[in-house]
């Protein structure tokens, strides 16, 4: 049974502070339709193949600009280049602008909650 100093650790500090709006609920449903979480990690869970994306938003320095976070993350997908050899390749989606801000959006929440300091990669 959680005792009411756990349950309060949990909601006050151990996740994101930012209430789970319509766009961060998109941006999730998306991840999971694209099982995004088979090649990357999300705060270390997940696959090895591609980066850790829980702190992408501030690695890329957008974490507090919305437009620059979604024009990033829709820009750099877009722009994976093909054909390389021993380069890994990520597919290419065709997600919509909704989205791409969706997505931004939630990864944005991700990077917000506090994960003290794991995983302990955080160059991705």
């Known amino acids: 049974m959680l005792s009411i100093d756990s349950h309060l650790y949990v909601v006050n500090e151990s996740t994101a ?16 339709k694209h099982s995004c979480i088979n090649c990357h990690t999300l705060h270390g869970e997940g696959a090895y193949f591609a980066p850790e994306v829980g702190n992408v938003m501030t690695r890329w320095g957008v974490l507090d600009d919305p437009d620059d976070a979604a024009e990033t993350l829709g820009s750099w997908m877009e722009s994976q280049p093909s054909g390389i050899e021993g380069r890994r390749q990520m597919p290419y989606f065709k997600l919509t602008e909704e989205e791409v801000r969706g997505l931004s959006e939630f990864l944005r929440w991700a990077d917000k909650t506090n994960t003290q300091d794991w995983p302990p990669n955080d160059a991705g």
């Not at 930012?18 to 449903?29: I, N, R, S, W, Y």
């Open 17 to 32: 502070k930012a209430p789970l709006t319509d766009e961060v609920v998109l941006g999730k449903h998306v991840w999971e």
